[in-house]
């Protein structure tokens, strides 16, 4: 069996051609340490029988490896808080504010690590695998580990990938523990925006979850964007509507719609109160289709599954007439 100590050795050996063999050069310049704290990204000081994690991580949003389970037989990589105390890290109040940062970098890029997942670990054991998302207040807890990655069997793994997605999580890392200072300007996609229609076909279900947890709510994203989607087909035909569109600007439009004078930009909200769904969906459809680089939309549509009352109209309306923004809501059941 992989030993974890040979893995982190070899990822050592071969960071060089990767920015994240600079970690810890990076690490000295966010912290503004008078001489590099390390040499490598793993030490012996932080590499374990069962995972690693980077040198200097006990107190930061680390880099981390290890094996998932208790068999050996699967091996995770990726970035994780840990919040565990012990005399490295005696009180987890420190990672708070780091978390605050985590949650705002990927509510301002929340598909850039659609192809990763997060679980974590608590009192009651491993979570269920879930779109990358927000961690709550709650799980802020001693004892409980959060992780943000990828989950590979053993025999698969390649270190050159595991370096490769290290990169690519180095902005959000560098965001976190620069304190927001450092802008993730790798995240942005500059592309012009491109219709293409089709709809990408997400995860509808899990095996268990408790509701409102982030599984439950990227989940029932998932189901109304779908069902959104084939309305939205048999109002205006297949090859007019688009899901997940990159703006150019690093996020994506949940679904498009191709008309004769332009686009019509719909974003889904999971809350019970369409109140909710508008002002929480309003910042994102203006940044879409207002941010440079961006295409201005001809209209912008709030999707949620409840109907909208009479003094949410009216906001819509008085909207509508004292600033021209083209906003509506549509209901759309499941």
Known sequence: MTEIRTLAYELNAKAEPY???????LRKELKGFARRP???????????DNYAFHHGGRSELQFNIGFDHSDGDDLRHGI????????????IDVLRPKVRLFNEF??????????????????????????PSAIPTERIANGVFVF?????PIAK????????????LLPLYKYVESNGVAEPVLVVDTSPFQFKHGCTVKKLKATAHKKGDPVDVALRHNSLQLRL????????????????????NGTRIDVVV????GFWFYEIKTYHSPRACIRDAIGQLLEYSHWPNGIEAEKLIVGGENALDADGSQYLKTLRKLFALPIEYRQVHL
Do not use: C
Not at 80 to 91: W, Y
Not at 148 to 152: A, D, F, R, T, W
Not at 157 to 168: A, G, K, N, S, Y
């Open 80 to 91: 994780a808080f840990s919040f565990e105390t012990n005399q490295t890290l005696p009180d």
């Open 229 to 248: 989607y084939e309305l939205l087909v048999a109002e205006f035909g297949h090859k007019n509507v688009g899901t997940e569109l990159p703006t150019g």
């Open 38 to 48: 390390g040499n490598s990204i793993f030490s012996d000081q932080t590499i374990f």
């Open 258 to 261: 191709k008309h004769t004078n």
């Open 157 to 168: 793994v390649d270190t050159d990938q595991i370096l490769r997605d290290f990169d690519d």
């Open 148 to 152: 943000l990655g990828l989950l590979n």
């Open 106 to 131: 990927l509510d301002l890029y929340p598909n850039k690590y659609s192809r990763m997942r997060m679980w974590h670990w608590d009192a009651q054991g491993r979570s269920v695998d879930y779109m």
């Open 19 to 25: 920015q994240i063999g600079r970690l810890q050069d």
